[in-house]
């Protein structure tokens, strides 16, 4: 079955740097785009970021572009996001999730999530 | 940036009521247009794609309809293990948002 399981999250200081990872299993990784997706506490899903099946397209939103970079490795069926210039409110719990196509699609599985704190 | 508008925001509900939620775009997205239910603490679960496809496992009392800018997630013969927040979500471009949410509560 479909797994994704994410870790790396944790308490940061303002202004520094984290690195979350998404370990993928039970589905040809390399064939779908991936995104991250956070929600901060009480509130809302806000979409992070995507990347295309073999890494070459990568998007992001306004409120984290510059700061915020994803990646993959597809011999490791893995996705990262490395997240740098931390700031209060990037605060919240971070998923990956994986689209039913490329880029545009829904997103069929998502994984349990991991928390970021970033306070002082 | 595509922005959608939920509405209700929250609805206290009856167990065997109709619940009906309605997702606005603002500009025409197609069918691209996503539901998913979230559990307190779980991760968001789809449950219907592409406006009326209903995902695998789903119980038939889901169900949604709509195009353009106007759809609408159905609730049929609410039960008590569907107080949730349920999100709409746009796929046609991106940056892809999200409706900002909907509660509902069993009472």
């Known amino acids: 079955q479909v797994q994704l399981v994410e870790s790396g999250g944790g308490v940061v200081q303002p202004g520094r740097s984290l690195r979350l990872s998404c370990a993928a299993s039970?589905?040809?990784?390399?064939?779908?785009?991936m995104h991250w997706v956070r929600q901060a506490p009480g509130k809302g899903l806000e979409w992070v970021a995507v990347i295309s099946y073999d890494g070459s397209n990568k998007h992001y939103a306004d409120s984290v572009k510059g700061r915020f970079t994803t990646s993959r490795d597809n011999s490791k069926n893995t996705l990262y996001l490395q997240m740098d210039s931390l700031r209060p409110e990037d605060t919240g719990v971070y998923y990956c999730?994986?689209?039913?196509?490329?880029?545009?699609?829904?997103?069929?599985?998502w994984g349990q999530g991991t928390l970021v704190t970033v306070s002082s | 940036e595509i922005v959608l508008t939920q509405s209700p925001d929250f609805q206290s509900v009856t167990p065997k009521e109709k619940v009906t939620i309605t997702c606005r775009a603002s500009?025409?997205?197609?069918?691209?247009l996503h539901w998913y239910q979230q559990k307190p603490y779980q991760s968001p679960k789809l449950l219907i794609k592409?406006?009326?496809q209903s995902m695998s496992g789903v119980p038939s009392r889901f169900s949604g309809s709509g195009s353009g800018t106007d759809f609408t997630l159905t609730i049929n013969s609410l039960e008590a293990e569907d107080a949730a927040a349920y999100y709409c979500?746009?796929?046609?471009?991106?940056?892809?948002?999200f409706g900002q949410g909907t509660r509902l509560e069993i009472k």
């Open positions: 500009q025409s997205i197609g069918s691209s």
């Open positions: 039970g589905f040809s990784f390399s064939s779908y785009g």
């Open positions: 979500h746009q796929s046609s471009s991106l940056p892809v948002t």
């Open positions: 999730a994986k689209d039913t196509r490329g880029l545009l699609g829904a997103f069929d599985y």
């Open positions: 592409y406006a009326s």
